[in-house]
């Protein structure tokens, strides 16, 4: 539920309630907006209609939030989340291309991959170092090299480190080295890792797993919010559907959905959206058409030569076309993109 404070509310009064509501064991998140707090309660039903919350002073009313999703909803916080990586902004009107190859391959494929980001406008990269592929014969990354290797590529361009993380047990390492944790679509609903992510302090980006309704990659994203890390970026890359002619179908309707059932920002990731190199800049733009507050895209030296995902991944070469033309929409519809 949501308790509304009265706009002459004190802070001790907020901090009263906040000590009622946790002394029947439920957790009280407060948001603090411009004109009034809002202290969102989350505990056993029973325990918390015994409180006599409406009494206590500086409370203006209660409400109940209906959706199964709490901590992400708009309702419990109407204010977007901005996310925050090493000074880089995503959400709440901020705009940010994060790009790279599939996977690391070599030290200079990484590094001629985020030097084209970088010079065509990205704020972060992205590689993966631990691949979730679906044979188990093909590359299954470089695991801790690839992430040296990034970090080699942030040391020169500056960039921040978007890396997949797939096994909790590799949680220690993958830290050291990332700036976003990526929960990938396979492991959208592995619930034991989504709570490790939930107790780290650097941000998750969280995709859409292939089968999930909205309702449950929200309900995911709750997972790590409800271990205290607000820091989460959903992402959509296409779901499955009858359609073969892309990879996935891109749920551009999931991303004006969720910017408004939730405060978290989302970005859309048109390259396993659409498995098509030729199919990602009209899906980059649709996106941001539809209010996503970034893009994920992935971009190779070299596609033909790529160990994975080569056929869907845009030349660097043309990587600064690219952008430039997905920057000046996002500009266009009132988006900080520096
Ligand atoms: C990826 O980002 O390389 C990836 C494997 O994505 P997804 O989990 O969306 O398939
Ligand atoms: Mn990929």
Known sequence: MMVIMHESATAEQVAHVVARVEEVGASAHVST???????????DREELTALPLEAMPGVERVVAILKPYKLV???????????????????????????????????????EAARAVRAAGGLMMRGGAFKPRTSPYAFQGLGEDGLKMMAAARDETGLPIVTEIMDPRDLDVVYRYADVVQIGARNMQNFLLLAEVGRLDKPVLLKRGLSATIEEWLMAAEYVVKEGNRQVILCERGIRTFETATRNTLDLGA??????????????DPSHATGRPDLVLPLS????????DGVIVETH??????????????????????????????????????
């Open 285 to 292: 733009l649709a996106g941001v058409a539809a209010g996503a």
């Open 73 to 111: 909803s708009r309702e419990f916080q109407p204010a977007d989340t901005v996310v925050d990586v090493r000074g880089v902004k995503i959400g709440g009107g901020h705009f940010a291309i994060i790009a790279g190859p599939c996977s690391v391959e070599t030290p200079a494929q990484v590094l």
């Open 255 to 268: 991303v004006a959905v969720v910017k408004l059932a939730s405060h978290l920002p989302v970005i859309v």
């Open 301 to 338: 030296p070299n596609p033909e030569h790529a160990l994975c995902d080569g056929p869907q991944s845009l030349p660097t070469a043309a990587f600064g076309e690219y952008a430039g033309r997905v920057l000046d929409l996002a500009r266009w519809v009132g988006k900080s993109v520096a």
């Open 33 to 43: 907006g411009e004109r009034v707090t809002v202290i969102g309660v989350i505990g």
